[in-house]
């Protein structure tokens, strides 16, 4: 069975703030009542999820909207049922996306103890963070973000900041990068905020190919000088993954859209949380098995539609960095995936800028050498026709340049 992890929104899109970006919020008015996942869509999730053939390795996401309106209880009978179903010598991984603004120290006890990761959402300092992560009633976030996460470093809960790149941040990414370190964050997720309105034109808080480069392109170069060993990006460690041993771990950078299933609150099941749309629905695990839904011609075709790039992509030397960006970044009439991504012109710019030295790290790592210096990083200023340093054996402009 081809493996899969889960992404579940138990709220649904039901949310204590209202975030101006948030492309998810829209659901609730599909929703009569508030939605809440029952004792039995969860425990059928669980149970069901649980004997498949996973290698032994069960990935529970909870996302929203805002997971952690479910509370305590809930969150101690998933872990309940996690262990009444989980096969001998297993592993179970529990990840949480939060605003933080409702972290409990009960929560956080619970969570420290039964190893949850966090990805806690904060975009940058307040003057970025508040302008767009509001509460419903308007008013700002940052220092109730900042209450949570002390609180889960107080129980010594893992977690990741969660940086959503808009209009507004895009173009500060040294002083966002800075301010993250000096808060002590050294786990960095930083998400493209790319939303289209009905006539497939960019809203105003997303930002634009070109934006996302530079912003790349700066970030990278703040983080190269020192923080190699110390700070962990996961769109850097995501390349060098692919680099040294050949695994694409982002499903933007995979050739086929189905890593995962997205699970709502009443049992329904999706192809990707970008594409929860009564034309995906792939079926509701209280009535369909985990097999019947792998083989769902749907999910097939939603999957195959990844590699649908456009021309122009075969032509391209990062092809294998992206295979045409995520679908959702592809416009269009009805986000046709033969069109380039949105953000295509900064994905070139930053692999030129940027991979010769990942490719650089990615040798020094095979040939067992952990301590990467800036001496062995130095690339000198070379010829279109010289020698690419990342080590190929190809002329400059015939490989990283390109």
Known sequence: MRKFSLLIKPASADCNLRCRYCFYIDHLKDVKKTPRMSDEVLEALISSYMKTDQEKHYVFGWQGGEPTLMGYNFYKRVVELQETHAPPNSMISNGIQTNGTLITEKLANLFSEYKFLLG???????KFHDIYRRTVSGHSTHSLVMRGINILRKYGVEFNILILVNNENVHHAKEIYDYLKNQGFFYHQYIPCVEFDENNQLLPYSINGEEWGNFLCDLFDEWIITDIHKV???????????????????CYMDKDCRQYFVVEYDGNVYPCDFFVRKDLLLGNILNDTWKELL???IYKNFGKQKANWNKECYHCSYLNLCHGDCQKFRPGQDRNPNSLSILCKGWKKFFTHALSRFKIIAREIQKGNTKITKEILKVKKIGRNDPCPCGSGKKYKNCCLR
């Open 295 to 297: 083989n769902s011609p």
């Open 120 to 126: 806690v959402s904060l975009d940058g300092p307040p």
């Open 232 to 250: 962990s990006i996961r769109l850097f460690d995501s390349i060098i993954e692919y680099l040294v041993n050949g695994n694409l771990n982002v």
